[in-house]
Each structure stands twice: as C-alpha cells, then as structure tokens.
C-alpha cells in the first residue's frame, strides 16, 4: 500500500519492541472498547468489534486483555473517546490523513499541530486532503490459504471489487459497505485472515528525494507514537536507497 506499509515496516524495526507492543496493545484495547461500547459486546453481532478483535489477535495480543477490553466497555467505567481525523501535509507536499480515538479534542489537535508544523508541514482542514484517497476495506490472507484462482472467485462471489495475490498472499480490496459481509463470508471459507481493516489508500503516490523522506518518516514516527494516533496514511513512496540506508 504505497508509502504506509513500506514506512510501518521500518518503524517496526527501529523502534524498541518491547516498548512498541506495549503502545500496539494499548491502541488496540481502545479500539475494541470503543467498538464494544458503541455496539453489542458480542462480536458475531456487532462487526467493528470482530474486526477490532482479529487486529489484536494478528498482533498477537493475549486474550485476557481482548476481554479486558470488551468488560471495560460493558461495565460502563470506560472513557468516552471521540473518533476524529487529521488531515495535513508533509515535506514535498505530501498528503497525510491521521486517524485518533481521543478523550481530549483539544489536546490531541494540538499535539498533532505540533507534530506537522515542526516537520516543516502543516495541519489543514478536514477533507483537504482525503479527496485523494479512497476509503477502502482491505482483507489480507497467507498465500497457502487458498489458490489465487479460488480466492478470486469467492472473493468476486462475495462481492469484493478487486484481488491481488503474490507469493506474500492475498490481498481482497472491498468498498466500505460491503467490507463487513465480504470479510465474513471468505473467513467462513478460509479461516481468519491475516489482517481485515479500513485503510485510506492514495489514488497516486508522490516521490520524493531521501532527505524529504526521512523528514516525512519522522514526523509519521512522531505521529504513530501519540497515545491517541490510531492510524496514519501518506501518499509517497520511499526510495530504494533509503529504505536499505534504513534497513527496510
């Protein structure tokens, strides 16, 4: 996916992994107490909590803390987390969409302000920038789930809008309606998937020189490290020099 898996993959492996699974976990725990308090706790009848749960479980999060999760939010005693989204722009023109769950808009909006303006990009306002994205489902199997033929014909069959398999697996694009039911019916045929989530995917990808990338990597490393940051998504594409300068 453009520049966002290639710079999440580098951002794994600088950072300290003890310390990072401990932030993954605590992001992930909002989310699933967010999702369980704004629908039923069970997840077979409420599908942001399914998919909240089979993000955890691909991060390998421990049970115990999935139903920690889930009891906070039916216990009432949870804070109450507004869903918001930043959109800006990087060094070079680079759009950038920032996806929070936070308890403190306030807060929040500044930090990510802060983030940008010292990047030497700046924050704009909401759907300035998403218009070069399209906001997809994105449902990804192990490549020894099923052939590239029998993935595409049941992901077709249960209405996805494109497929693209390689030796990595498979990768099932869905429109945010179907992305639900779609993720539903091919778990039913091939298991849990690796990885079922809404993703802001960018219509072109800009290039930029190593110098703009690794300030556009900073301030992405900056952004991803906010306790409220749930996801980030930026429309470039890192060079192959500097993600084997990065060790990427």
Do not use: C
């Given at each position: 996916?453009?520049?966002?898996?290639?710079?999440?993959?580098?951002?794994?492996?600088?950072?300290?992994?003890?310390?990072?699974?401990?932030?993954?976990?605590?992001?992930?725990?909002?989310?699933?107490?967010?999702?369980?308090?704004?629908?039923?706790?069970?997840?077979?009848?409420?599908?942001r909590?399914?998919?909240?749960?089979?993000?955890?479980?691909?991060?390998?999060?421990?049970?115990d803390?999935?139903?920690?999760?889930?009891?906070?939010?039916?216990?009432?005693?949870?804070?109450?987390?507004?869903?918001?989204?930043?959109?800006?722009?990087?060094?070079?023109?680079?759009?950038?969409?920032?996806e929070?769950?936070?308890?403190?808009?306030?807060?929040?909006?500044?930090?990510?302000?802060?983030?940008?303006?010292?990047?030497?990009?700046?924050?704009?306002?909401?759907?300035?920038?998403?218009?070069?994205?399209?906001?997809?489902?994105?449902?990804e199997?192990?490549?020894?789930?099923?052939?590239?033929?029998?993935?595409?014909?049941?992901a077709?069959?249960?209405?996805?809008?494109?497929?693209?398999?390689?030796?990595?697996?498979?990768?099932?694009?869905?429109?945010?309606?179907?992305?639900?039911?779609?993720?539903?019916?091919?778990?039913?045929?091939?298991?849990?998937?690796?990885?079922?989530?809404?993703?802001?995917?960018?219509?072109?990808?800009?290039?930029?020189?190593?110098?703009?990338?690794?300030?556009?990597?900073?301030?992405?490393?900056?952004?991803?490290?906010?306790?409220?940051?749930?996801?980030?998504?930026?429309?470039?594409?890192?060079?192959?020099?500097?993600?084997?300068?990065?060790?990427?």
């Amino acid at each position: 996916m453009a520049g966002h898996s290639q710079f999440k993959n580098i951002m794994h492996k600088k950072g300290k992994q003890d310390a990072l699974r401990s932030k993954i976990f605590s992001k992930l725990a909002r989310e699933i107490t967010v999702a369980a308090k704004m629908g039923m706790p069970d997840p077979n009848m409420n599908p942001r909590l399914r998919l909240a749960i089979q993000a955890a479980r691909a991060e390998n999060m421990p049970k115990d803390n999935i139903e920690r999760a889930i009891k906070k939010a039916a216990g009432g005693d949870s804070e109450n987390y507004d869903e918001v989204r930043y959109e800006g722009y990087a060094p070079g023109g680079v759009a950038v969409i920032v996806e929070a769950l936070t308890d403190n808009r306030n807060r929040t909006a500044g930090e990510v302000r802060s983030y940008f303006t010292k990047a030497g990009g700046s924050l704009a306002e909401t759907g300035a920038v998403s218009f070069m994205f399209d906001h997809v489902g994105e449902i990804e199997f192990d490549a020894k789930a099923a052939s590239e033929d029998a993935m595409m014909e049941a992901a077709i069959e249960a209405g996805a809008d494109d497929v693209q398999s390689s030796a990595d697996g498979h990768v099932i694009t869905t429109s945010m309606e179907a992305f639900a039911e779609v993720a539903k019916s091919l778990e039913a045929k091939f298991g849990e998937p690796r990885k079922s989530k809404l993703v802001w995917r960018p219509q072109n990808t800009i290039s930029v020189d190593d110098e703009t990338g690794e300030k556009i990597l900073k301030l992405v490393g900056n952004l991803e490290d906010n306790d409220d940051v749930q996801n980030v998504f930026a429309n470039f594409e890192i060079s192959e020099t500097l993600m084997a300068k990065l060790g990427g």
